[in-house]
C-alpha cells in the first residue's frame, strides 16, 4: 500500500513538473516572443477601420510575459498599452489607452496558438486567437468584437516577426 502510494507521488510529481517546464519553455523560448509589425496590406478590418500601423512586442517576465502594444489608429488616435500575465485563463489587468478593454484573459490552446478575452468593466468587448506559424515569422489574429452598433465586427490581423 505504501508503495502504491509513493508511485503515484512520484507520477504526480513529474507530470506537475513536466508541465511547469513545458509553460516555462514555451512562455520564455516562445515563438511569439520578439517584436512583431502589423501588415495592414495582409490584414483584413471592417471598412475604413484598419490602424495605419501597429507594434507589439512580447517578453518573457518570470513564469510568464509582457506585452506591450503601440498603434495609430484609421483614425490618427495614438494609443500604447501593456500587460503582463500568463497563459491561465485568469484576468489579468491592462494599462494605458486600449482600446479593446481594461482586462483581459489568456490561455493557451496549443504550441502555436493563444486566445485572449477582452473585457471592459467586467463585460467581454472583443475575443482573439492567434496563431504562430510553423515558421515562427508570422502571426495570425483572428478578432471578434461589437460596434457601438451592437454589430458583429470581424477582422484578420497579420503580424510579421521584426
Known sequence: MKRMALAVSVVVLVL????WAQNTAQTKNGSNVGTWELNVAKSNYGSGTAPKSVTLTIEAAGAGFKATVDSVGADGVVRHWALSGKYDGKDNPI????QYGDIV?????DVNTTTSTYKMGGKVNMTQTLVMSSDGKTMTVTGTSTDANRQTVSSVAVYDKQ
Open 16 to 19: 506537475s513538473v513536466s508541465i
Open 95 to 98: 494599462t494605458g489607452n486600449c
Open 105 to 109: 484573459a489568456l490561455a493557451r490552446v
